[in-house]
């Protein structure tokens, strides 16, 4: 697995990508009555959660 070295800058800036579309995904997430993209949705979210979590540490 290769690993990806990003300055602090960087790191910020996904940070706020992050955080700005976690919302929307959110809402995405309950508004959609397909249950197959309701769990993608959720595992993308689950995801994006943990990768904000571990830049923010």
Do not use: C, G, W
């Amino acid at each position: 697995m290769s690993k990806l070295n990003l300055t602090p800058e960087e790191e910020q800036k996904v940070v706020e990508i992050l955080e700005r579309y976690l919302p929307e995904l959110e809402s995405e997430t309950v508004h959609t009555d397909n249950r197959e993209l309701r769990k993608f949705f959720m595992e993308r979210k689950a995801f994006m959660q943990e990768l904000l979590r571990r830049l923010k540490s």
